[in-house]
């Protein structure tokens, strides 16, 4: 069965740094693109980041370019998402999904993956 569980969720000050994880069961996560989601009361569904299967397969939205790196630890089949220089906008419940191919999809649309994770909630406040 697959099953994504994230962790790393918190309370932090903007500027702060948090890492998030998301370990996967029930598949070999290396073999196929993860992607990093999040959703705030008010604000839309909003794709974060994707890293493939392939060489170079890494995808950030604009608004987080610079700030966040997605990164892979095969052996531990998880999947991380380092969040830098974080501002009150991060503020979200943060999920990751697969859809189960090789590659990111061209634009991280929620519904073209297929499993997902519980989601862990990201505070960014002083």
């Known amino acids: 069965q697959v099953q994504l569980v994230e962790s790393g969720g918190g309370l932090v000050q903007p500027g702060g740094s948090l890492r998030l994880s998301c370990a996967a069961s029930g598949f070999t996560s290396e073999r196929y693109a993860i992607g990093w989601f999040r959703q705030a009361p008010g604000k839309e569904h909003e794709g974060v980041s994707c890293i493939g299967s392939r060489d170079g397969s890494i995808y950030y939205t604009d608004s987080v370019k610079g700030r966040f790196t997605i990164s892979r630890d095969n052996a531990k089949n998880t999947v991380y998402l380092q969040m830098n220089s974080l501002k009150p906008e991060d503020t979200a419940v943060y999920y990751c999904?697969?859809?189960?191919?090789?590659?990111?999809?061209?634009?991280?649309?929620?519904?073209?993956?297929?499993?997902w994770g519980q989601g862990t909630l990201v505070t960014v406040s002083s």
């Open positions: 999904a697969t859809d189960l191919q090789s590659e990111c999809p061209w634009e991280l649309v929620r519904g073209a993956f297929g499993s």
